[in-house]
Structure formats: structure tokens, C-alpha cells
């Protein structure tokens, strides 16, 4: 493996990353998903896989709840003890916001039974009896970003990227491109009730420059019995 910074071989975890995260090496999805980039993710993603001694990797596919939800719609509801049926409907809140109500007291059984409900889900999505169907579900989740897959092989990764699915922000041929990224590092998953309003104002002088204004505001409509 290579440092991306240096270009140096590494063994593990490079040394930069490791002050960065600063205890966060098992936690895997979470830190390396911090990355601004798909690409610079997925590669930290399999370097800290083979460092906590597991076995290399040709990629990496990340799926949020959303595209999780997608695959479930294309595939049919399942049936849970916890949760009971979950759809494509109602995944997403299950996950994100009742989740924390049913288990309140108890994080690993919460943990231990969303384990459980992903796992039937990517069962379902490598099981190849609906292929067709799950990947035209998840393609419709890609333009939002909902899932992103790094390969390894060049070709491959020409495929997804065509597909849109490589992470890769669209090049601006004309005028501005405006992304605005938030991390949310307190864990509480409130970002589901986020709304954004976003004004991009741009003033132009008469020399051709410009001064150039971007403004957020982050609206949280949490309901009363979610907090």
C-alpha cells in the first residue's frame, strides 16, 4: 500500500491518518468515511481492513440507509422481531430515528439487530436472484450519492464511474459548481431532519472579477418524541 501523500509504501495505516482519527483505527466505516473524496475513502477503507488483519480487497461499495431502503423495495419487505416488517417505505426511519427509542438504554443490542437487518439486506443484494432489479433500484439512488463503489481494476472502475456511481462530483463545464459538505462527528444521527437553504450570490465587476457570497442555513424539524 501507498501513502497518498508521499507516494511511500506503508504497512497498516500511515502515520497521519492515525493522529487524525486518534483511536478511531477500528472503527472503520466511520472514520474513513470522513474522507471528502470516494476515491481517498475507500483506499484508507482497505488499507485499515488489511491492518486490523483481514484479507486484501479488489474495492469498496458504500450504501447508506437510503440506497439500503431501495434494495428492499426492489426485493420485497422483511420480516423482523425487533422492528417488525420493514419496507423500502420505512427502513430509513426505523434505522435512524425508532431505532434509538426502541434500544434507548441498550447500544450493542441496537447495534446487534441493525447488524442483523443489513446483513439480510446485502444477502438480498448479492444473492443475484433479482440483479436486475436491485441494480436499476440503486442507480436511481446513485445522482444523490446514496451509493458509491471503488474497484481496484481500472476498467471496472470506468463502468461504475460511467454509471455514476463512482462518487465523483461532475465537472463544471459552464458557470459555478456549488457542493457544500457537512460532518456530523457527535453521532446523533439528527442530520435525517436536516433541511438546507442555499444562496449562491455572485457580483461581478467591471474589471471581471467577482466577490462571491455562499450562505447555509441548516433547519432541524425534530419531532418532540424523537428528542
Known amino acids: 500500500h501507498f501513502d497518498p501523500r508521499t507516494g ?10 492515525r493522529a487524525a ?7 472503520l466505516a466511520q472514520s474513513r468515511s470522513l474522507a471528502e473524496k470516494t476515491l481517498k475513502a475507500a483506499q484508507e477503507m482497505q488499507r485499515a481492513w488489511v491492518a486490523n ?3 486484501p480487497v479488489d474495492g469498496v461499495i458504500a450504501l447508506d440507509p437510503v440506497a439500503l431502503a ?4 426492489a426485493t420485497g419487505p422483511i420480516e423482523t422481531a425487533a422492528y417488525g416488517r420493514i419496507t423500502g417505505d420505512n427502513l430509513v426511519r426505523k434505522l435512524l430515528v425508532d431505532a434509538y427509542g426502541e434500544f434507548e438504554a441498550d447500544q450493542r443490542a441496537r447495534h446487534k439487530v441493525n447488524d ?3 446483513a439480510q439486506t446485502f444477502a438480498r443484494l448479492s444473492a443475484g436472484d433479482d440483479t436486475l432489479a436491485v441494480a436499476r433500484a440503486l442507480a436511481v439512488t446513485a445522482p444523490e450519492q446514496h451509493v458509491r463503489v471503488h474497484l481496484d481494476d ?3 472502475q470506468k463502468v461504475v464511474d460511467e454509471a455514476g456511481m463512482s462518487g465523483r462530483l461532475p465537472d463544471a463545464d459552464a458557470g459555478d459548481a456549488v457542493a457544500l459538505f457537512s460532518q456530523n462527528r457527535n453521532a446523533s444521527k439528527v442530520d435525517i431532519f436536516q433541511e438546507r437553504d442555499v444562496r449562491h450570490e455572485v457580483t461581478l465587476a467591471a474589471d471581471g472579477s467577482a466577490e462571491v457570497v455562499t450562505t447555509m442555513t441548516a433547519t432541524y424539524d425534530v419531532p418532540r418524541k424523537a428528542r
Do not use: D, M, N, T
Open 8 to 17: 511511500e509504501r506503508v504497512h497498516g495505516q500511515p502515520a497521519h491518518l
Open 21 to 27: 482519527f486518534e483511536g478511531e483505527l477500528k472503527s
Open 53 to 55: 488483519g483481514q484479507r
Open 70 to 73: 431501495s434494495v428492499v423495495q
Open 116 to 118: 442483523a437487518l443489513v
Open 154 to 156: 481500472p476498467e471496472l
